[in-house]
């Protein structure tokens, strides 16, 4: 091993393995989590409110349909000479478009939410891609070893070694090299939640192949294979359960590190388009806007992402340090 | 030591290969490189003259050599974009994505560092506490919003800084620097800060559970029971044991400077290699972003080979080998 | 000197937690004469250990002292500075711990570490203390000291560590020596060197010693006197070979007959029922009491002092006046 592999056993694969020990030794997993869990949660101000400002943000991206006070995307509704207004409470703004309005007369606070609502379901679907993908790659290279675990396991280092907003960025530049032209901007929400998805797949393979490694060692995974119980039912059955800590830990993390690089990737103009903005797109936008005095049209957009991301990151952190058998 | 080295070697040029075949591989099949080369109204026979003379006709293998030749020269084709020689656009931009990055690097490790150590000898202390929770917002916010914040502050509403560019640089022999002129320095001051901000909260965070976790151990606990005075405990044994994976860490995490840098570039429109990048896969620059593939590889396993012969030579458990090993008892 | 060298008094370490507060020793009291070596023996988790860092002042919060308090030379160290204490450390109080690798930093030479020591605590220059060092590497029995002085850690054995280690600790001449557990992570085969070379040492330099450990055998060989704990409290008190030949406490006698003995009939060691309560879970009046086997009504209500027994102490009722 490398040095700088020894360096380099991240924290998922610490994580895995110091999971897989831990909750051999609170018995189930479900045990810890009811108890020390659910206790330094309620002893953090911080987290409670990260957490509840997760939850508001996330119900309203969900219940915006119902909650928006326009639709942005509905043209027939959008008045030109509306556009660029301020908000509310500046000279020339109207409370019928409590944040200001676009370049194009759309309401900002209906065009953040649906925005928060295509940023967060993109993180959503990322992670949830990735996480397929990556548990099921990591149980496979994990159970199988030999030459399919090198394999495996060496192209993820590769890829692990690259920052994951490139790697987004390539695969999302690959896409749109090999994709018709007039077709990108109906699909460009699929090439995103590919791109951001790569990474993060590998990262859960890395973790979930280090639990599986030291589950497979023991007696009964041992005792299974011996009966003749199938590897596939006893990867699912048994190792699954006590992979799922890290894993979640790893989701959360990657929650909103997918929601970061959507983010930027929009920004860049390389992720979802403007008839079908992000939250990053919208800055995007917003930015052209900015030296002209219309402000709102890109500080809006950014608090808003800025808080997602804070609270999904705090929430993160704190199931992190929870999860973290070295500090029990 | 010497197998290490080759090994290590080896080991680098296999993965230049792979990332050389996947670049190929876009560089060739993404797209038909006659079609974005020429005209809509060249006929059918021209485009098969070109095919031909373009060395497109020929065997697979063939073409891979080629283009791993031509690579190890420089040579990267013409881009699509700007029908100029990918060679002189990378030569342009490199200088300026450097210097911002190396400029970044500086700040966030003379920044980061102290307050690593602060935090992590200091744990409970209220500004201990703050330069946590600020170090938790860096470390979530993403980078272009920084950026823009930035802009806001200091462009928009005081006026002190430019916005964009890199105001005037001097040319040094083919490698312009903003390094020497007023307004280039100025111009460096928001990109550097907000490329160097995340960088600067992980070595904070880094050096601070490294710190942390080195203070808990035995030898420490022996230090002090030998009644060393908490300088030399601190700054003697703590700080020696708490930078050596700090370094090798940073070092790795060089790669991601040069990632950021991607955006900061497009937040301040610095033109580097990041802007570069991002408008060629908006274009479908395929010779661009090949070439930008394997430079970037490059860097990183040139980085991580670097890191890696640093930590060999750092921790002395590594360098002296089997061979020494234990005497007596 | 008039006086114990060491003097704890009625010690109590208590733990905060979550659950309430933990009292991991309680009202703990003995001395230690100059020069003297005391063995302090007992199950892990009976505060052997808490008690010394207490001693050297290098508890670890949310730990503290929260009773009693600790006399050096006549002097109360318990409640000193940050920096009174620090300067007692090493000089006049030193420490050995358990795991000779992980006590010493393996980024820094064997001689480096030796000879920092001397320099703060006797003020030599570079030289002098380098060539204190090479005396004490001899001393302490480590072969070619001016070769090895320079070499890492990694690269002694785990007997010429320990050594290295008991070289450090010895390098101010401190008058006590606090030794937790210093041969536990050793092969069967070095223990004996290594504590007949503390043995030695302490004597020649007449250094006393709290020697820490859970092996009876060790305690046995090297001690003048033994105190035995149980549960965070003293259990029996007094010089080793009556402790050892006719233990008075149940629980020692317990102890001493789980041991095996070579030569004499082989029968099934005598094992004690149960285990050694948890913080927190400590029964009331005598905390031996249930598994006790010659326990009666007086131990359950009210916790034994520790009474006179023969030619040692020991704090259990069958000891108080009017019983046998």
């Known amino acids: ?328 | ?329 | 000197m008039s006086g114990p060298l060491l003097a704890v008094e009625h010690l109590r370490i208590e733990f905060p937690t979550r659950r309430g507060i933990l009292t991991a020793v309680d009202d703990l009291s003995f001395q230690i004469a100059e020069g003297e070596v005391l063995g302090v023996v007992g199950e892990s988790g009976a505060g052997k250990s808490l008690t010394g860092a207490a001693i050297i002042g290098l508890l670890e919060p949310p730990g503290r002292i929260a009773g009693g308090q600790i006399l050096f030379a006549g002097r109360r160290i318990d409640n000193l500075g940050r920096e009174e204490m620090r300067r007692l450390r090493g000089k006049q109080i030193g420490a050995i711990f358990q795991d000779p690798l992980t006590s010493l930093n393996p980024l820094y030479t064997v001689g480096r570490q030796i000879t920092e020591t001397i320099e703060v605590h006797l003020g030599l220059d570079a030289a002098a203390a380098r060539r204190r060092a090479l005396d004490l590497m001899a001393e302490v029995g480590i072969p070619a000291p001016e070769q090895r002085i320079d070499h890492y850690p990694h690269q002694f054995s785990g007997g010429m560590r320990q050594r290295v280690v008991i070289a450090l600790a010895l390098a101010a001449n401190p008058r006590l020596i606090i030794a937790d557990e210093p041969t536990t992570a050793l092969d069967v085969s070095i223990q004996a060197q290594i504590i007949a070379l503390l043995k030695r040492l302490c004597r020649e330099h007449r250094t006393a010693v709290m020697l820490v450990t859970h092996d009876m055998g060790v305690i046995a060989e090297t001690a003048d006197r033994v105190a035995v704990m149980y549960a965070g409290r003293l259990a029996e008190l007094g010089p080793v070979r009556a402790v050892v030949k006719q233990p008075r406490h149940p629980y020692t006698v317990g102890l001493m007959g789980a041991i095996p003995a070579i030569g004499g009939p082989r029968h099934r060691l005598a094992q004690i029922d149960g285990a050694m309560p948890r913080l927190g879970t400590i029964p009331s009046g005598c905390a031996f009491h249930t598994r006790c086997p010659s326990a009666f009504e007086h131990c359950l209500r009210e916790r034994p002092d520790l009474l006179p027994a023969g030619a040692s102490a020991a704090a259990c009722w069958l000891y108080a006046e009017g019983r046998a």
């Not at chain 1, 928006?68 to 030109?80: K, V, W, Y």
């Not at chain 1, 957009?301 to 999904?312: D, E, I, K, Y």
């Not at chain 2, 593939?293 to 590594?318: E, G, K, Q, W």
Request: aromatic share 8%; charged share 15%.
């Open chain 1, 1 to 328: 091993m490398t040095a700088r592999r020894v360096l380099m056993v991240t924290e998922s694969e610490r994580l895995g393995a110091a999971a897989v020990a831990s909750a051999r030794s609170d018995g189930r997993l479900r045990r810890a989590l009811d108890s020390d869990l659910i206790y330094s949660f309620c002893r953090s101000p911080v987290t409670v409110i990260a957490a509840v400002g997760t939850v508001l943000m996330i119900g309203s991206a969900l219940l915006c349909p119902w909650i928006a006070p326009h639709n942005p995307f509905d043209l027939a509704s959008l008045n030109i000479l509306d556009a660029t207004d301020p908000p509310a409470w500046v000279k020339g703004g109207s409370w019928s478009y409590p944040l200001g309005t676009d370049e194009q007369g759309r309401d900002m606070l209906s065009a953040i939410l649906y925005g928060m609502r295509l940023s967060i379901a993109v993180g959503f679907a990322a992670v949830a891609l990735a996480a397929t993908f990556g548990v099921s790659l990591g149980l496979i290279a994990g159970f199988a070893g030999g030459w399919i675990d090198t394999l495996i396991m060496r192209i993820a280092d590769v890829l692990l070694s690259f920052p994951a907003i490139l790697v987004a960025l390539l695969v999302d530049g690959v896409a749109r090299s090999v994709l018709p032209r007039d077709q990108q901007d109906a699909i460009a929400i699929y090439v995103v939640v590919l791109a951001i998805s790569v990474l993060p797949t590998v990262q859960f393979a890395r973790t979930v192949r280090g639990s599986t490694l030291v589950e497979r060692n023991r007696e009964y995974v041992q005792a299974a294979r011996i009966i003749g119980v199938h590897p596939a039912l006893i990867a699912v059955r048994h190792i699954l359960p006590n992979v799922l800590g890290p894993v979640l830990v790893i989701a959360t993390i990657n929650l909103a590190l997918a929601i970061i690089n959507e983010a930027t990737l929009s920004f860049l103009g390389l992720g979802l388009p403007p008839t079908q903005p992000s939250l990053g797109t919208l800055i995007r936008v917003g930015q052209n806007y900015l030296f002209s005095g219309e402000w709102w049209m890109v500080l809006f957009p950014s608090a808003t992402l800025a808080g997602l991301a804070l609270a999904v990151n705090l929430l993160g952190d704190w199931l992190r340090d929870a999860l973290n058998p070295k500090l029990r």
């Open chain 2, 1 to 329: 030591m010497l197998a290490f080295v080759v090994r290590r070697l080896a080991q680098s040029v296999a993965v230049m290969l792979a990332v050389g075949f996947i670049a190929f591989a876009m560089f060739r099949f993404v797209g038909d490189p006659v079609n974005s080369l020429v005209g809509q109204d060249t006929s059918i026979e021209d485009r098969a003259k070109l095919r031909h003379d373009l060395g497109l006709d020929d065997p697979f293998v063939v073409q891979f050599a080629r283009f791993l030749g031509h690579a190890a020269e420089g040579n990267f084709g013409v881009s699509y974009q700007f029908a100029e020689p990918v060679q002189r656009l990378i030569g342009e931009r490199l200088p300026a994505t450097l210097e911002l990055s190396f400029t970044a690097v500086l700040l966030a490790l003379a920044v980061g560092v102290p307050m690593g150590v602060y935090t992590g000898l200091n744990p409970h202390t209220w500004l201990s506490r703050l330069f946590m929770s600020m170090s938790l917002v860096g470390v979530s916010l993403p980078t272009f919003l920084t950026g823009i914040l930035l802009i806001w502050i200091f462009s928009v509403v005081l006026g002190w800084l430019p916005s964009f560019g890199r105001g005037d640089v001097v040319n040094l022999g083919g490698w312009t620097t903003g390094f020497l002129t007023l307004s280039g320095i100025k111009s460096l001051i928001m990109p550097a800060i907000t490329l160097a901000l995340f960088q600067m909260t992980l070595i904070m965070r880094l050096v601070r559970a490294e710190m942390l976790e080195v203070m808990r151990t035995d030898y420490i606990k022996f230090a002090r029971a030998r009644g060393l005075p908490n300088r030399m405990v601190h700054f003697g044994h703590a700080l020696k044991n708490t930078l050596v994976p700090v370094i090798t860490i940073t070092g790795l995490q060089l790669g991601s400077v040069i990632a950021f840098a991607v955006v900061t570039e497009t937040v301040f429109q610095w033109p580097g290699m990041g802007l570069l990048i991002v408008q060629a896969i908006g274009f479908a620059d395929v010779p661009v972003m090949s070439s930008y593939l394997m430079l970037v590889a490059f860097f990183f396993v040139a980085i991580n080979l670097i890191v890696d012969l640093l930590y060999y030579a750092v921790d002395p458990r590594l360098r002296l080998d089997r061979a020494a090993g234990a005497h007596g008892h």
